[in-house]
């Protein structure tokens, strides 16, 4: 698998879209054409193109009120949209509701964290096993051989996932007691328990310290490269932006302003102007 920190050539697809060079013939894993969605008579995002392959990391990037969490809300289905197609492995995906697009393979952390703060970490995880959890309720009730079988499943699997960011002592601690870096991480394994193909981080890194956003680029790398997932995040922290993402996507009122690759989006004009300023004839910068 390639280093995201190395830069990864990109190749351009219908819709004004990219992919990386190593991703070329496969089926693409998510994509959206010409998304848009409008409350009362405001459009909040317009034209919206986005193509994700299998292992992909990209960033959403734009300033406050840009629409970047309701383009999240649009592909997990929190949102339906008003115009525009969402395709997940090439099926439409048109009437889904969250649930199910979950089921097809979209799992995503929010802003704020929603844990239920009052069960143990381990809980938290097995309740994003539930696609995975067979047994009826009689099963459950009685205690029978398949319950108790998919329970010793259920624990080796929130063991699994927690070892991989360093938790696994953690797992009889109440979720709500965890430290704020904790409990992120915990939001996303429990998202990875609901075995994604795309993985949405809004915000992943918010509230953390810098000793605490480094850890993160290595396991948000790492959960890729385990899982052979893409991941898709929002974030304003461009050291960690700029750091794992292949690929950049910049939303501003609405709309994609640039795509491109890390270095081409920090040298890009028209994302520059639309963090900064339009800048004036004697350097000063001008009102956004």
């Known amino acids: ?164 960011f360093s938790m696994t002592h953690m797992a009889p601690f109440r979720a709500g007691a965890l430290p704020y870096g904790a409990q992120r991480r915990l939001e996303i394994i429990r998202a990875l328990a609901t075995g994604p193909k795309v993985l949405l981080l809004d915000e992943p890194a918010a509230g953390m310290n810098p000793s605490e956003t480094s850890e993160l680029m290595e396991n948000i790398v790492k959960v890729r490269d385990t899982f052979q997932i893409a991941v898709v995040l929002i974030e304003h922290d461009m050291n960690l932006v700029m750091g794992i993402c292949e690929g950049i996507c910049v939303l501003n009122f609405g709309k994609i302003i640039a795509k491109g690759t890390p270095s081409e989006i920090q040298n890009n004009p028209v994302v520059i102007e639309a963090y900064l300023g339009r800048q004036k004839e004697d350097g000063q910068n001008a009102e956004s």
């Open 1 to 164: 698998m390639n280093n995201p920190r190395e830069e990864t050539k990109y190749v351009p697809q219908p819709a004004t879209n990219l992919i990386p060079e190593r991703e070329l013939g496969k089926q693409l894993i998510l994509e959206a054409h010409n998304l848009g969605i409008d409350f009362g008579g405001l459009t909040a995002v317009e034209g919206f193109d986005l193509s994700v392959s299998p292992t992909e990391i990209i960033g959403l990037i734009g300033p406050n009120g840009a629409g970047k969490t309701t383009v999240f809300n649009l592909l997990s289905k929190v949102y339906q949209p008003t115009r525009g197609t969402i395709l997940m492995n090439g099926r439409d995906t048109m009437g889904m509701s969250t649930a199910q697009m979950n089921r097809a393979g979209v799992a995503r952390t929010f802003q704020n964290i929603r844990l239920f703060n009052n069960l143990t970490v381990e809980d938290n995880i097995k309740l994003g096993l539930h696609n995975h959890i067979k047994y009826g309720m009689l099963s459950g009730i009685l205690r029978l051989p398949n319950y108790w079988k998919q329970e010793k499943e259920a624990k080796e699997r929130v063991t699994e996932l927690l070892s991989i």
